[in-house]
C-alpha cells in the first residue's frame, strides 16, 4: 500500500485527515498530515519533508496531496518529484482523501493513484442545482 | 445475477461513513456490485458513485452483483444497510 502525506499550509491537512479519517477509518495506516507554519522557514521545511519521505516510503514510493499549486506547500514538495518515487497531486480535498480510502486494498502504482484522485477529486465539484437538474432530466 | 431489494432504515440514509462501509464489503468480493435507485444505478465500489445516489432513509435500492460470488456479495451488503451499518438508529 503506497503511502500518503498530506502538505498544506496550516492546520488544514491535520483537519482534512481527520475528517477522512472519521469517515473511513482505513485511512488511519499509512497515510499521515504535515501542516506548515504560515512563517514557514523553507529550508527547515524541506529537511523535514525530506525526512518525512524517507521514514514513509517502504520502497513503494510516496504520495503527497498538497492543498494548492503555486502555494508553498506544493512548491515545497516539487523538487522531490520523482514519477516512479513521489508524485505530487495538488488541490486535495474531501471526496479526494474519501476515494483514497476506497482504494486501500487495491495494489496500484503510485501513478494509477495520482491519476484516479485527481478524477474523483475534479469530478465531486458540483454545482448543487445543476446536478439535481440533471438528474431529474435522465430520470424523467 | 443475483439481486435484491432493500430499504435504508438507519436515519441518515447513506452518507459518507456508510458508503466507505460499503466499498470496503463490496472490495471484498470479486464480482461487480451495483446500488441502485428507480433513477440510477451505481457501482457499489465507488464511493463518490454511491454518494451521488443522495439516498435518503426510506429510499428503496436495488442490490444487483454478477459473477463467481454474486451470491455472498448481495448478501453481504444487504446486511449492512439491514444493520443500519452499525449506527445505532
Given amino acids: 500500500m503506497i503511502p500518503v502525506l498530506v502538505l498544506t499550509h496550516g492546520d488544514l491537512a491535520i483537519s482534512i485527515l481527520n475528517a477522512a479519517q472519521t469517515i473511513d477509518p482505513q485511512l488511519a495506516d499509512r497515510t ?12 527547515s521545511a524541506s529537511g523535514s519533508l525530506k525526512q518525512r519521505l524517507r521514514e514513509l516510503d517502504s520502497g513503494e514510493g510516496v504520495l503527497i496531496l498538497t492543498d494548492m499549486f503555486g502555494g508553498t506547500a506544493t512548491n515545497l514538495a ?3 518529484l520523482d514519477p516512479d518515487r513521489v508524485e505530487i497531486v495538488t488541490g486535495v480535498n474531501l471526496p479526494m482523501l474519501v476515494k483514497l480510502g476506497s482504494l486501500r486494498g487495491q495494489e496500484l502504482p503510485l501513478g494509477e493513484i495520482a491519476q484516479r484522485l485527481t478524477s ?3 469530478k465531486s465539484i458540483r454545482v448543487a442545482s445543476e446536478f439535481l437538474r440533471s438528474k431529474n432530466v435522465r430520470a424523467s | 445475477m443475483t439481486q435484491r431489494q432493500v430499504q435504508i432504515i438507519n436515519r441518515l440514509g447513506l452518507h459518507a461513513r456508510a458508503a466507505a462501509k460499503l466499498v470496503h464489503t463490496a472490495n471484498s468480493f470479486r464480482s ?5 435507485t428507480s433513477e440510477e444505478e451505481v457501482n457499489a465500489k465507488s464511493i463518490l458513485g ?5 439516498a435518503t432513509k426510506g429510499t428503496p435500492l436495488t442490490v444487483r452483483a454478477e459473477g463467481d460470488d454474486e451470491e455472498d456479495a448481495v448478501s453481504a451488503v444487504v446486511a449492512l444497510f439491514e ?5 445505532g438508529e
Fill in chain 1, 32 to 43: 499521515e498530515a504535515m501542516a506548515l507554519p504560515w512563517d514557514v522557514d523553507s529550508d
Fill in chain 1, 120 to 122: 474523483a477529486a475534479q
Fill in chain 1, 78 to 80: 516539487l523538487p522531490f
Fill in chain 2, 50 to 54: 454511491l454518494l451521488t445516489l443522495a
Fill in chain 2, 83 to 87: 444493520e443500519r451499518f452499525g449506527e
Fill in chain 2, 32 to 36: 461487480e456490485i451495483f446500488v441502485g
